[in-house]
């Protein structure tokens, strides 16, 4: 069966494109009208080059403070092969394998806008990494995000030159025997192409695009899991109807509670008599906090969305203007930013469904203290809620802001940074840790809910509950809790909700 091709152009890519991409090993390849920008733009800097005067930032220059020395037409290509060798020192834990593909595949589509005046060969050279599967041994630490990702960047380009490592067949092999194996000749950089190359925000992005496609995901199963906690503990939805949110409108919290509705629809609990007038702030306020939430992820999309189909290296050049610019599209503050919002919002996912988790386990309403037919002799839940709340307790750590910090560099040439590759890395660790969480607690709830029987709750998550159930069994005693919780994060990492009212 052949595969699936997607052609690289200039128009927008789009979250579902590259969910699909990443997904369905989709291979690329550049579209005609992409090829002719990159040797238009290419073609536009030798004319310029060879007829220049004065000094070009990056193209006959040293770099960042070593800007006003000049570098003979000579040693232009060793130039640029040196910027890549010597900013290519990323160093900590290895970036996942989706992230570096994406990293890839962003830093391919901004060069075909035709901006960056790379060779053609060049482009194509990452078109086959990606194609074949072969990823570069990226590592998390390193990047200012001020002058682009350098470090990242430059790691993730070495191959090109035949150096470094890369993941290639399950194993971590040098670059250039993978290279030899394919019968191809590492690229000889000319004219500004390190810079191409390494200045941009591909690593801050494909961190950022990778943490925004799993936590749309747990957005939607976030609503599905509160609302199998709030019926568990026979809960109430009034703070769910309509005419509540309509006197707040904020978008985020009228489609959390639609959803709410719609999947509680139904309940023979719901529907029973209650005793209690009004539910804890971690029931009663889910429409206000997950909307908030909801609200503050389609913010950070938005400028996610700009960002990826954004040109971010420097110099950039403009053939039809007659114009090479150098500028600061390569700074990473509107990331920065958006990520550190991220990670706060979806710290707060977190923290709540925390405690609905623990609300389960008090022995509140007529469940068993710890959800578990003998308490005493069993421990039951109890220690699950303890993982949650140091996870909560480190994701609430991790939410110490990035983007307010900056340390000069480059002699002061770089006198503000962004932070956004630190920004981007502990983004991804604080969704991660919310998985965890609301896999806590949909354990829980899934327990709970079994001590309403005969009583059922809706068809939507008797459903849920059904499918639940054929990786993760009803605990009738004390048994090893981590393998429940690990199956719970298996189990949502293979599901996604399609029939929620309103996205």
Request: include cysteine; proline fraction near 4%.
């Amino acid at each position: 069966m052949k595969s699936q091709i997607f052609e690289i152009s200039p128009d927008n890519l789009t979250f579902e494109i590259i969910q699909d991409i990443l997904e369905n090993e989709v291979k690329l390849r550049l579209s005609e009208k992409s090829e002719r920008l990159i040797l238009k733009s290419k073609q536009f800097l030798d004319e310029k080059l060879a007829e220049s005067k004065k000094p070009l930032y990056g193209i006959n220059t040293g770099f960042g403070a070593l800007c006003d020395i000049e570098i003979s037409k000579n040693d232009l290509s060793k130039l640029q092969e040196n910027l890549v060798i010597s900013h290519a020192c990323n160093v900590g834990p290895e970036v996942p394998s989706d992230v570096v593909k994406l990293m890839l595949l962003l830093k391919i589509h901004a060069l075909s806008k035709g901006n960056s005046a790379v060779q053609l060969i060049t482009v194509q050279r990452i078109i086959d990494l990606f194609n074949n599967n072969i990823l570069p041994v990226v590592c998390e630490q390193g990047s200012l995000g001020a002058s682009g990702d350098l470090a990242p960047l430059a790691m993730l380009f070495l191959p090109l030159l035949g150096l470094g490592e890369v993941n290639f067949e399950g194993k971590r092999t040098e670059a250039k025997d993978v290279l030899k194996s394919f019968g191809w000749e590492a690229v000889k950089l000319e004219a500004k192409e390190g810079l191409a190359l390494l200045n941009g925000t591909q690593f801050m992005g494909a961190f950022g695009v990778y943490t925004l496609l799993k936590t749309f995901r747990i957005i939607d199963q976030s609503d599905v899991i509160g609302a199998l906690s709030l019926d568990a503990f026979n809960g109430l939805i009034e703070p769910f109807m309509e005419n509540i949110q309509r006197i707040r409108p904020h978008k985020g919290q009228a489609v959390t509670a639609a959803n709410f509705r719609f999947i509680l629809s139904g309940s023979e609990i719901l529907d029973g008599k209650k005793e209690h007038i009004q539910d804890p702030y971690s029931f009663r306020c889910i429409p206000q906090v997950h909307g908030a939430v909801k609200d503050a992820v389609n913010y950070v999309a938005g400028v996610f969305e700009i960002e990826i189909n954004s040109v971010t290296d420097n110099p950039t050049v403009f053939p039809d203007e007659d114009q090479i610019v150098s500028g600061g599209n390569f700074h990473g503050e509107p990331l920065a930013l958006s990520l550190d919002f991220l990670a706060m919002a979806l710290s707060e996912l977190g923290s709540i469904s925390e405690r609905r988790t623990y609300r389960l386990i008090a022995g509140e309403r007529g469940l068993p203290e710890f959800l578990v037919a003998k308490p005493g002799l069993n421990s039951g839940f109890m220690i699950p809620q303890y993982a949650a709340a140091s996870i909560v307790s480190q994701s609430k750590q991790l939410c110490t802001p990035a983007s307010v910090d900056s340390i000069p560099s480059s002699n002061e040439q770089e006198d503000h940074v962004s932070m956004g590759g630190n920004a981007a890395t502990k983004g991804l660790k604080v969704v991660l840790n919310t998985e965890k969480i609301l896999a806590i607690e949909l354990y829980n709830a899934a327990q709970a809910m079994d001590f309403r029987k005969p009583l059922k709750t809706s068809v939507f998550l008797e459903e849920f509950l059904k499918e639940y159930r054929k990786t993760v069994a009803f605990v009738k005693h004390d048994v090893l809790m981590y393998k429940g919780i690990n199956k719970t994060v298996e189990f949502l990492n293979n599901t996604k909700i399609k029939r929620l009212a309103i996205k």
